[in-house]
């Protein structure tokens, strides 16, 4: 599995934007790069994944550096509700790993009004 | 969207009790359903994944007698604490994903606590 290396903690501001780094010198080819989030007492939550291309959803935008062994994750306008535990993990969704998730000690975020 | 539902979400029983989690995907049918534990301020940690129909995979050092899993069906996977012990008390999470190349998507926990 390909090793992601992220801050332990960062802060802002609400309505402010939030840029969340990764990085993952060591991921192959074929790995997408997928984020997930955990708030406190819950199950992980899906947020954004891509391979190559800068990639936008409703929630985040993900923009890959081009040699792809870095990415941000990019919230827009931050709200309290995004305060949680944000993972950057490298996904292959083949090969012997099943495509099972290998979760590191991510980035709290913390939200201030 | 998808949504996966747990349950239940909290049990407390005593020492040397089994406990069935159940995990379903509502929505969507999982060809792959995972199951994770998460120790107080600590990271997800894989248990073993499950595929409908054949055998769960169990990572290195899970007891596969201790953790039973059980996918019977496209929507829904099992996990069986066996005789538990307070060691086993721990926030217990499944996610389920409809193909390799989909995010998987989460339930929101069963927190269990041995006596």
């Known amino acids: 599995d390909a090793k992601t290396t992220q801050p332990n903690s960062m802060e802002s501001n609400e309505e402010e934007p939030v840029h969340l780094p990764c990085n993952h010198s060591?991921?192959?080819?074929?790995?997408?790069i997928h984020w997930y989030r955990q708030l406190p007492s819950q199950g992980p939550e899906y947020v954004i994944h891509?391979?190559?291309s800068n990639v936008n959803n409703r929630m985040a935008s993900l923009a890959i550096a081009e040699d792809r062994k870095s990415s941000t994750l990019i919230l827009h306008r931050a709200t309290l509700r995004d305060a949680a535990v944000y993972y950057c993990?490298?996904?292959?969704?083949?090969?012997?790993?099943?495509?099972?998730?290998?979760f590191g000690q991510g980035t709290i975020l913390t939200v201030h009004p | 969207g998808a949504v996966v539902s747990q349950h239940p979400s909290r049990v407390i029983c005593k020492s040397g009790t089994s406990v069935k989690i159940e995990c379903r995907s509502l929505?969507?049918?999982?060809?792959?359903m995972f199951w994770y534990r998460q120790f107080p301020k600590k990271s997800l940690m894989l248990m073993a994944t499950?595929?409908?129909?054949?055998?769960?995979?169990?990572e290195q050092g899970v007891e596969k007698d201790k953790f039973l899993i059980n996918h019977a069906s496209l929507t829904l996977s099992t996990l069986t604490v066996t005789s538990a012990h307070p060691e086993d008390s721990s926030f217990y999470i499944c996610?389920?994903?409809?193909?390799?190349?989909?995010?998987?998507?989460f339930g929101d926990g069963t927190r269990l606590s041995i006596l």
């Open positions: 996610s389920a994903r409809r193909a390799s190349n989909q995010p998987q998507h």
């Open positions: 060591t991921i192959s080819g074929t790995d997408y």
């Open positions: 891509g391979l190559t």
């Open positions: 993990i490298p996904h292959n969704a083949g090969g012997t790993s099943y495509g099972k998730l290998t």
């Open positions: 929505d969507f049918q999982a060809t792959t």
């Open positions: 499950s595929n409908e129909g054949s055998k769960a995979t169990y």
